[in-house]
């Protein structure tokens, strides 16, 4: 994405410093969880603004994320517009996995587009023609050209074999996140650093995913999920494979402590997970809990720079993820506590990390 203003990246970084205090992090996320109304949660986030409904409140969100992502991509040049550009991609990536859901499981393509987020034209799908797919090839010529559609196309044996949603899912975050390391090794010096710790804990995080779901909960063989491994980030495709192949989760999740998790409640304990019992939503709050205090630390580290915008992006990402969340809470009239527990993170010393 070209650079529509000259690059001032203190300036930006600034701005971004001060914009940071009013995210709905720590007690203001913790008063949020005691709204009880939608009405009220919009008030509360932006007086004057007025509540529509849960799911346009949702993708506002989302809007709200990737135009953010859009303004800085404008305000920088180089490796970190392109950075910034590939982040805006996540949201369409998560697009076309609905859609793959949809095509691999015969479900109504009238039910799948309920799920969609209405995006800009540059990060569009061919909506028509992907929901009218009715072969893997069909259905990969409708696909965006460029990384994604070359990342399915990878997957073809795959899916013949193994025709199940999770295996074009898997595909398509494999493709997402192998460019992601890519421009983010490509950074300056001065900004790399943290910013690939963070890269890496999120391609972790779905190598772990990948073992805890895919082998652990949907029984899928190891040979066919060793595949997917992403090069370069902190698990090797040896430790992977060892993962993979291990007797039980626990020993598997075992084996990403260092990478991608501080470490393993014991058993029969919650710890910052809230949860009784290690499963895969469990070792998925323990990755994201990580992924946000690298954040804030990466924040706290690059207080001027691009490394300020990189992790300022990556907390607000979760900023979202957890409204989003809060929203469901109050629309299912949850109590607050339950609210809070399903939220990143989960531990209440983790607020304030």
Known sequence: MASALPVDLDYLAARLHGRRGQLAEAERLNALCRVRSMPDLVRALSPGTRFTTVAE???????????????????????????MAWLRVRVQVENLKVLARAFATNKSSDLARQYLVEL?????????????????????????????????????????????????????????????????????????????????????????????????????PAERLAGLHV??????????????????????????????????????????TGRTGLDAAALETLAWNRYLRLARRAFRNNHMGLGAVVAFAAIRRIEVANLITLS???????????????LVPRDEEACHV
């Open 120 to 220: 800009p034209a540059d990060l569009g799908l061919k909506i028509e023609a992907l929901t009218a797919a009715d072969s893997f090839d069909s259905f990969l010529a409708a696909a965006p050209e460029g990384i994604l559609r070359a990342g399915l196309a990878e997957a073809a044996a795959a899916y013949q074999e193994t025709p199940r949603p999770i295996v074009l899912e898997a595909a398509l975050d494999r493709a997402y996140y192998t460019e992601l390391l890519k421009r983010t090794k490509s950074l300056p010096r001065d900004a790399r650093g943290d910013s690939l710790i963070l890269a890496k804990q999120e391609v972790d995080t779905f190598h772990l995913m990948l073992v805890a779901r895919g082998r652990f909960t949907y029984g899928l």
């Open 328 to 342: 469901e809470g109050i629309r299912t009239d949850m109590e607050p506590d339950a609210i809070r527990r399903r």
């Open 57 to 83: 409140f949702q993708q506002g969100l989302i809007l709200e994320m990737v135009q953010e992502l859009a303004d800085f991509a404008s305000q920088l040049d180089g490796s970190g517009a392109a950075l």
């Open 231 to 272: 090069a370069g980030a902190g698990i090797s495709r040896d430790r992977f494979r060892r993962m993979l192949e291990a007797g039980t989760l626990r020993e598997a999740a075992q084996l990403a402590v260092g990478p991608v998790l501080g470490g393993l409640p014991d058993e029969g304990e919650s710890g910052e």
